[in-house]
Every structure is written in C-alpha cells, then in structure tokens.
C-alpha cells in the first residue's frame, strides 16, 4: 500500500489519486457519494480547515489525531474522506 498522503480528501490505494485534497462541508454530499465507489470499509473524518502556512489543521487536536486516523484506514485497507467543516 503507498504511504499516506496529509492532504488526502479521499484517501485510500485507489482514491489517492483521484481525490487529493480535503473537501469543505459544502462539498460534503457529493464527496460522500464519491467514497461510496470506493473499497469498504469508509470512513469520514471531520477535521477544522487547514492553515495556509502548515497545511495542517488550525485545531491542535484535529493535527495531533490526523495522521493516526490517516495510518490506521491505511492499514487495514480503507478508505477515508476527510471534511474540512471551517475555522
């Protein structure tokens, strides 16, 4: 399995590629219309919105639990859609 990406929307093997980027809540539905075409099991994560200078979330818990979260979909072959729900 690639390593997983920091910035992956919809992350998994497949979707890494095609989903590089979180999506903001208003995207929420289509996205999640998306996840479902991809590998079971799915998961969303709803994490606060990016910091343009770290390009990691501005909530200190959303950044420390992001990439465990990110690692664990990972290892068991999931996939993972990740909502930015704002500042």
Known sequence: ?????ATAGVFSQQA???DPQPCDVEDYPS????LMTFPAPRYVLFTA???????QPW???????????QRQVAEIG??????QVGS
């Open 49 to 55: 919105d990016r910091d343009k200078e770290t390009q």
């Open 78 to 83: 999931g996939t993972l859609l990740e909502v």
């Open 59 to 69: 909530c200190p818990d959303c950044a420390r639990a992001l990439p465990g979260v």
């Open 16 to 18: 890494a590629e095609q």
């Open 1 to 5: 399995m690639s390593s997983v990406h």
């Open 31 to 34: 996205a999640l219309a998306r």
